[in-house]
T-cell receptor
Framework: SQQGEEDPQALSIQEGENATMNCSYK?????LQWYRQNSGRGLVHLIL?????REKHSGRLRVTLDTSKKSSSLLITASRAADTASYFC????????????FGSGTQLTVLP | NAGVTQTPKFQVLKTGQSMTLQCAQD?????MSWYRQDPGMGLRLIHY???????DQGEVPNGYNVSRSTTEDFPLRLLSAAPSQTSVYFC?????????FGSGTRLTVV
């Protein structure tokens, strides 16, 4: 069974707009991570947020974490065509800091 | 610094054939893992290793074997390929929770 589930499954926006995608998970976690996958390529780590953090920024990325709701969101501001990719959240369950469980991803398309 | 290197990038097998997918990392990471990704889905863990000589099963281990004789290498063996194993395979290594992925092997079993 999948620990993390992203929502929406697909998102299409215009360049310059903000993109928000959400992730829900089932069990308690130490941290939650977001990855990007360009078509036909491997996954690239974007950002990690720890369970005691509520918000984290990295460039145009903003991640929030609500452990009471077991949910996280990834906001990409001022999107670019190059942001077109699939985005996955991943969580290592407690007691297994490096064994990640991935959701099925959000396919983001940024139209020029 | 090459990171995680997977070979081959593409492979076509006939049903029943066996093969080994190679994975090597040069970051001295203790933890390595293999995932498969099917169309429209996330990654599912096949096998993982927490160090040389130690391996364990993930979510979908059937039909695959692994070994870890060195820190650097973590090969994945398909014993008797089946069409259901057509997928993209990713090797990964990690340290303190940050995972580095290889670029993947696209395997087709006909």
């Amino acid at each position: 069974s999948q620990q993390g589930e992203e929502d929406p499954q697909a998102l299409s926006i215009q360049e310059g707009e903000n993109a928000t995608m959400n992730c829900s998970y089932k069990t308690s976690i130490n941290n939650l991570q977001w990855y990007r996958q360009n078509s036909g390529r491997g996954l690239v780590h974007l950002i990690l947020i720890r369970s005691n953090e509520r918000e984290k920024h990295s460039g145009r990325l903003r991640v929030t974490l609500d452990t009471s709701k077991k949910s996280s969101s990834l906001l990409i501001t001022a999107s670019r065509a190059a942001d077109t990719a699939s985005y996955f959240c991943a969580t290592p369950p407690l007691g297994s800091a490096r064994q990640l469980t991935f959701g099925s991803g959000t396919q983001l398309t940024v139209l020029p | 610094n090459a990171g995680v290197t997977q070979t081959p990038k593409f492979q076509v097998l006939k049903t029943g054939q066996s093969m080994t997918l190679q994975c090597a990392q040069d970051m001295n990471h203790e933890y390595m893992s293999w995932y498969r990704q099917d169309p429209g889905m996330g990654l599912r863990l096949i096998h993982y290793s927490v160090g040389a000589g130690i391996t364990d099963q993930g979510e979908v281990p059937n039909g695959y074997n692994v070994s870890r004789s060195t820190t650097e290498d973590f090969p994945l063996r398909l014993l008797s390929a089946a069409p259901s194993q057509t997928s993209v395979y990713f090797c990964a290594s990690s340290y303190v929770g940050l995972v580095t992925f290889g670029s993947g092997t696209r395997l087709t079993v006909v």
